[in-house]
């Protein structure tokens, strides 16, 4: 069984810039791609960034290409996304969620274990 713990979230004001954590139990991580998504209320989940198995390749959502940054560290099961340049349209509940493949997927339906997310508002 999997399981992922988000942190990190928090209020921030625009313009700031904050990092959440992902740490993820079980084991070969390390073989399948993370993602980062978020929700806002009245909306459906959206992509933000995914990051493969291995670290070398990413993706990232249009309305944050150039501000967010995913990363991870497969010897502490953790992923992380660094965000900068924060707007108020960035709040949201931003989850974490393990991927059935290593590859890169921006469909929810390609992932199979989710965080219970973390709230980040920012404040203009």
């Known amino acids: 069984q999997v399981q992922l713990v988000e942190s990190g979230g928090g209020l921030v004001q625009a313009g700031d810039s904050l990092r959440l954590s992902c740490a993820a139990s079980?084991?070969?991580?390390?073989?399948?791609?993370m993602g980062w998504f978020r929700r806002t209320p009245g909306k459906e989940r959206e992509i933000v960034a995914v990051?493969?198995?291995?670290?070398?390749?990413?993706y990232y959502a249009d309305p944050v290409k150039g501000r967010f940054t995913i990363s991870r560290d497969n010897a502490k099961n953790t992923v992380y996304l660094q965000m900068s340049s924060l707007k108020p349209e960035d709040t949201a509940v931003y989850y974490c969620a393990r991927s059935s493949y290593s590859g890169i997927y921006s469909r929810s339906s390609a992932y199979d274990y989710w965080g219970r997310g973390t709230q980040v508002t920012i404040s203009s």
């Open positions: 990051v493969t198995g291995n670290g070398g390749r990413t």
């Open positions: 079980g084991s070969a991580f390390s073989s399948y791609a």
